[in-house]
């Protein structure tokens, strides 16, 4: 979708103000046939008007949904972030010691184990 020219309503809306002067003065001189042609003019310049309207209202609003849905993936990265981190630290500070947590458990053998490295 392109996105919407911001001052293209007015310069329709302008236009029709215009064709719609001219109408009438084409009325004041019995040029009735004219008139209506510029009557319908006027008219259609009004309706590109508030199509471009209702085009920049919806532009608006997908880029506010877009950037809601960016804010929403941002928060939730970061809680599972924190949670990650939080998690982490809660397996550092119980563990036996930090070749345990280090290892994971697998290079480490508790009945051997001095507690020397510690982790809290
Ligand atoms: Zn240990």
């Given at each position: 979708m392109t996105p919407p020219f911001p001052g293209l309503r007015w310069l329709y809306a302008a236009g029709a103000v215009y064709l719609a002067v001219l109408a009438y003065i084409s009325a004041q001189h019995q040029a009735y046939g004219h008139a209506a042609a510029l009557c319908c003019t006027a008219a259609l310049l009004l309706t590109a008007a508030r199509r471009e309207t209702l085009a920049a209202r919806q532009a608006r609003a997908a880029a506010v949904r877009a950037e809601r849905a960016a804010r929403a993936q941002a928060l939730a990265d970061e809680q599972q972030f924190a949670g990650?981190?939080?998690?982490?630290?809660?397996?550092?500070?119980?563990?036996?010691?930090?070749?345990?947590?280090?290892?994971?458990?697998?290079?480490?053998?508790?009945?051997?184990c001095t507690r020397k490295d510690t982790s809290a």
């Open positions: 990650e981190y939080a998690r982490g630290w809660l397996a550092l500070h119980t563990s036996c010691c930090l070749t345990a947590w280090d290892t994971g458990g697998t290079d480490h053998d508790p009945r051997h």
